[in-house]
């Protein structure tokens, strides 16, 4: 690596310890960025709602979207290779073994196909394009645009096996709007904090350590940081700026919570409840998992706080830095109940 890539290193490494620039974090990170770099594979197939931040241009398809383009400049950065993805075929064993970790940014059943569409104009017999009844334009399926093969049963196993193996695991907004559990599909929820029923939970939540159960307009809403020496998180502690909140459940309890969310100045009902998680960490075997609900727009993405704790969590799911993760959910979010609200369902 350049030596001017090596002090934006130490630079780093020295602002989020806190303390001097040649402290124990950072000369790891110095050791780090000498040696090889570490792969991620930013994985962004939508099985549900695609948001438009990892939506490729249609005249494109080739081109990487919003969020994939910023994972790569920042993972190069901070010497890290970054491959972007929609395609699930590639969670084969060999594959899996050419990464050091996985970035999710998903929707839905991510086992199953999802290519994508053009959306055209529906026209009727005068030629004219066709409304709705409140005057939107009505579309239809067009030419595909990209593939997004589904990874299979047998993917999805052999990808929540590396993990627990010792894979590094992080994810953005709706990863945790994938892969639902059983019961979530019927409409049900189950009790969050609760260390009774976890085989209730898909495989993959059990992994990601929560569940996304719905989300009210955007708006502002305050994050406390209870963890404020994860690298990156100190910057959020007391923010209070305008995103896509989501409102979650079923939340592992080993989680080590990093950023709360504070729903009491929020409107709607989904948000009418105590303080729960928002970004956290936890260990999944030996495999380190890492989550954070924001990233719906693409000005989230842009903000200089979330480029710190992007990279800190890729420094930590990759095992370039050591941080302490002891579970402490019940202690920071002891109410984090989904069930003290009806609108959930």
Not at 84 to 111: H, Q, R, V, W
Not at 135 to 152: D, F, N, R, T
Not at 191 to 214: H, L, N, S, T
Not at 227 to 254: R, T, V
Request: charged share 25%; net charge neutral.
């Amino acid at each position: 690596m350049s030596q001017l890539n090596r002090r934006d290193v130490l630079k780093f490494a020295g602002l989020f310890a806190g303390g001097a620039l040649l402290s124990p974090l950072a000369d790891r990170l110095a050791q780090a960025a000498d040696g090889p770099k570490k792969r991620i594979l930013f994985f962004t197939k939508s099985s549900g709602f695609q948001h438009s931040a990892i939506t490729r241009p249609a005249d494109a398809p080739t081109k990487l979207a919003f969020a994939e383009q910023y994972l790569t400049d920042i993972g190069a950065k901070h010497g890290f290779e970054v491959v972007c993805s929609k395609d699930g075929t590639m969670f084969t064993p060999e594959n899996i073994a050419k990464f050091d970790a996985f970035a999710f940014y998903t929707t839905g059943d991510l086992t199953k196909d999802s290519d994508k569409y053009a959306s055209v104009p529906k026209k009727g017999p005068d030629g004219k394009a066709l409304k709705d009844d409140k005057g939107k334009a009505i579309v239809e399926k067009g030419a595909l645009l990209w593939k997004e093969p589904g990874m299979g049963d047998a993917g999805k196993a052999a990808f929540l096996e590396a993990i627990k193996q010792g894979k590094g695991f992080m994810a953005f907004h709706s990863a945790t709007d994938t892969f639902h559990s059983a019961k979530h599909q019927k409409g049900e929820l189950i009790r969050d904090v609760d260390d009774k029923g976890q085989d209730a939970f898909d495989p993959y939540i059990q992994m990601i350590g929560g569940e996304f159960i719905v989300h009210g307009a955007q708006q502002k809403s305050l994050l406390k940081a209870v963890d404020p020496k994860f690298p990156g998180a100190k910057a959020y502690d007391n923010a209070d700026f305008s995103e896509e909140w989501y409102s979650l459940k079923n939340f592992a309890p080993d989680l080590h919570v990093i950023l709360v969310q504070d729903p009491a100045k929020m409107t709607g009902p989904m948000y009418q409840r105590k303080p729960f998680p928002e970004t956290w960490a936890r260990m999944h075997g030996k495999g380190r998992v890492f989550y954070t609900s924001m990233g719906h727009r693409e000005d989230v993405w842009q903000r200089p706080e979330f480029e710190g704790l992007v990279v800190g969590a890729m420094q930590w799911i990759t095992g370039q830095i050591e941080v302490d993760v002891t579970p402490n959910i019940k202690q920071v979010t002891p109410d984090a109940d989904a069930k003290q609200f009806a609108a959930g369902k």
